[in-house]
């Protein structure tokens, strides 16, 4: 089945710790995302990539990073910088034609205390 | 800049009653409109797309007609399911594809039996 994975679905971590989110898609999408939702804000954007080796900032960018080494991958690491780093973060891809519409995966939902 | 506003939850309804969940947006460009369902503890999943104006987006009994001259793209259901409770997103990509989607807040809808 064709599909995004992300993996851990539940993290816990100390305040002051870095951690990475796993995001993989098998849906030959160029194009990957990084999205945060916290109740009652929505989706807001963290990074995202059109092409491998190549990323762009969203809206709340900082305390995170991103790598894009493969087509398939686009890990997410929350640094220590992240003054709030407690949310679901959602991965997402789409292909680079078309309506730009998205597939996401199930999320992760990390906690730090 | 651009932007997706939706009608604030949450809306409860009995088994079987209309549904008219509001979306309207504001974007420089001719955007595609997306609407988007949350169960709980999941991920978003694509409920319906309008590509351009007059299209009318369908699926499992939701419908979504995108009027550009009220820039609405209002979730509509003439019979609605206890299983139909979620989370409803509308969404608007306005550029090329593999550029992120914006948002609107989501609304919640509990449906009882």
């Known amino acids: 089945d064709g599909g995004i994975t992300q993996s851990p679905k539940y993290l816990f971590r100390k305040e002051g710790q870095n951690v990475t989110l796993s995001c993989e898609q098998n849906?030959?999408?160029?194009?990957m995302y990084w999205y945060r939702q916290d109740p009652g804000q929505g989706l807001r954007l963290i990074y995202y990539?059109?092409?491998?080796?190549?990323?762009q900032k969203g809206d709340i960018a900082e305390g995170y990073s991103v790598s894009r080494e493969k087509k398939e991958s686009f890990p997410l690491t929350v640094t220590s910088a992240q003054k709030n780093p407690t949310a679901f973060y959602l991965c997402?891809?789409?292909?680079?034609?078309?309506?730009?519409?998205?597939?996401f995966g199930p999320g992760t939902r990390l906690t730090v205390t | 800049g651009d932007s997706v506003t939706q009608m604030e939850g949450p809306v409860t309804l009995s088994e079987e009653a209309f549904l008219t969940i509001n979306c309207t947006y504001t974007?420089?460009?001719?955007?595609?409109l997306f609407w988007y369902v949350q169960y709980p503890g999941e991920g978003l999943q694509l409920l319906l797309k309008a590509t351009k104006a007059d299209d009318k987006g369908s699926n499992k009994g939701f419908e979504a007609t995108y009027r550009k001259e009220t820039t609405s793209f209002h979730l509509e259901k003439g019979s609605v399911q206890v299983s139909d409770s979620a989370v409803y997103f509308c969404a608007l990509s306005d550029t090329q594809a593999g550029t992120a989607l914006i948002f609107g807040k989501g609304t919640t809808l509990s449906v009882s039996s």
């Open positions: 849906l030959n999408h160029d194009a």
């Open positions: 974007a420089t460009g001719y955007p595609s």
């Open positions: 990539s059109q092409i491998v080796n190549d990323f």
């Open positions: 997402a891809s789409s292909p680079r034609t078309g309506s730009n519409e998205q597939y």
